[in-house]
């Protein structure tokens, strides 16, 4: 932990918050990070503004109940770009410094070594390695948009897919396919330049440009792209020089073949560009990303799993994925809240804590309290066995094998004890203890099981519901 040097008090603090996000998210987002720790305050600085978004939308959080579990301190997060000379207090601004540029303008490939970054880059490309077309889950309500940005990044300025507009509601993934787009473009050709800058950043910078006398440089830098991507547009609509300046750069870009990407949270309609700007803007693909369905929404949960290495059964991302409809951005938040929660607890996640700690995201479909009835009567269904097996001694395997999955959904779908449901089932709570271990067992190692037993699930909603 390079960059906690001023602060030994603080390499426990961030050991455990590496802990619980996981090395390879740590590395990625806060090792390149510089800290200072004044009083309550912990200033963050990073490489640009859309990291430290990131941060505070997913893993504030976790640092700031960290340092009240280490600490006891109720600190405040202040964030800011890191500047490119480097203050000398600030010690370890020079290792931001020094990152950055693997993380900017690296391809995300985990064989490129850093010394393959373009040395003539001018400028940083912003993007995050992160966002790739590989880890962005293709689904039917991103297929066109997923497609249109492929062959954008492969065939670039291409007038099929140029200008491509991806717009969605928010947290859907479109700031995913940008980057994805632009880093593909690089690991093509790591001499491509691509930028990729909010709406905000490009009205912030232009203004910047305006009072620094630097105008011709911004334009020189923009329009001298081979892709620029320019993500939540709609920031830019209204702010009349802004917009101008973006109808003049679009026009230089466009008129060379170069590609531009751009997105928004609004329609093409609800986009009110001027006439000229939206007749030029919207002649290429505009494509929407809609919302996912339960199956893309329980895929995306499992790759996220997969990449933060935690251990969570399907059956409880099924219960996220039900309950977090939607928005992407808020499903994964849900899933790191609970591993998080669940890390600092020492205990394994399941869909009770997880109905219990998401309850105010949750949609009220997860709220319903489901009793034993219930799940004796879906489950018995399905096995076809009666009522009266889940409480008989009878032994047979195919009595035995329900009443046992019958016990361990009670206990993931109920507040109930382990004695009160063994009294449910006439058996003692080590019996329930048993069931409940060897079925979970099952439903992590078998995925058509874990499949079964989240329709059960589904099915036992449903007759709770009526
Ligand atoms: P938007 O820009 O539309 O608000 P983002 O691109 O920021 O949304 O996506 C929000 C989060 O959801 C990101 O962490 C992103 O990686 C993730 N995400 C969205 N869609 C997918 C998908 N289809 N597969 C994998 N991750 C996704
Ligand atoms: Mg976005």
Not at 179 to 198: E, R, T, W
Not at 296 to 301: V, Y
Request: proline letters at 5%.
């Amino acid at each position: 932990m390079d960059n906690l040097q001023a602060y030994p008090q603080l390499v426990p603090v961030f050991q455990d918050i590496e802990n619980i996000i996981g090395k390879d998210t740590y590395d990625m987002w806060l090792r390149p990070a510089a800290f200072e720790y004044a009083g309550t305050t912990l200033t963050i600085s990073l490489p640009n503004q859309f990291w430290g978004k990131t941060i505070r939308e997913r893993y504030q959080h976790i640092i700031t109940d960290a340092f009240l579990k280490h600490l006891g301190a109720e600190i405040t997060i202040v964030y800011q770009v890191a500047q490119q000379e480097p203050a000398p207090a600030v010690t370890s601004a020079k290792d931001v410094i020094a990152a950055a540029p693997e993380y900017f303008s690296q391809p995300a490939k985990p064989t490129a070594a850093p010394s393959a970054a373009p040395a003539s880059e001018p400028f940083p490309s912003n993007l995050i390695p992160s966002f790739t077309f590989e880890n962005f889950i293709e689904a039917p309500s991103n297929r066109f948009a997923y497609k249109a940005a492929e062959a954008a990044a492969t065939n670039l300025g291409n007038r099929a897919n140029n200008p491509l507009f991806i717009y969605s509601s928010p947290g859907l993934g479109k700031t995913h396919l940008m980057h994805a787009i632009g880093n593909k473009i690089l690991q093509d050709n790591p001499n491509a330049q691509v930028l990729y800058m909010s709406g905000e950043e490009f009205v912030s910078e232009y203004i910047k440009a305006l009072t620094n006398k630097s105008h011709d440089s911004f334009r020189q830098k923009c329009r001298t792209l081979d892709c620029f991507l320019v993500d939540d547009i709609q920031f830019i609509v209204g702010k009349a020089a802004s917009e101008e300046e973006f109808f003049h750069t679009f026009n230089a870009l466009f008129d060379k073949n170069k590609q531009i990407v751009f997105s928004s949270d609004r329609t093409p309609q609800q986009l009110e560009l001027e006439e000229r700007l939206s007749s030029r803007l919207l002649s290429g693909l505009p494509t929407e990303i809609k919302k996912p369905n339960l199956e893309t929404r329980i895929a995306i949960l499992r790759q996220k799993r997969n990449s933060i290495h935690v251990d969570i059964g399907d059956d409880v991302l099924s219960f996220i994925a039900e309950g977090v409809q939607t928005n992407v951005r808020e499903l994964e938040g849900s899933l790191l809240r609970l591993v998080a929660y669940c890390r600092m607890q020492g205990v394994t996640p399941t869909i009770s804590i997880a109905k219990e700690l998401l309850a105010d995201i949750l949609v009220s479909g997860n709220d319903l309290s489901i009793n034993v009835n219930a799940i004796k009567k879906v489950v018995g269904k399905r096995f076809s066995i009666k009522m009266e097996d889940f409480n008989s001694k009878r032994k047979t395997q195919s009595i035995a094998w329900p009443r046992q999955i019958a016990m361990y959904l009670t206990t993931e779908l109920t507040d109930m004890s382990l004695p009160e449901i063994g009294r449910e089932f006439n058996r003692d709570h080590s019996t329930v203890v048993h069931a409940r271990d060897v079925v979970k067992e099952k439903v992590d190692a078998d995925p058509f099981f874990a499949a079964e037993i989240n329709q059960l699930i589904l099915d036992i909603k449903a007759v709770d519901n009526k």
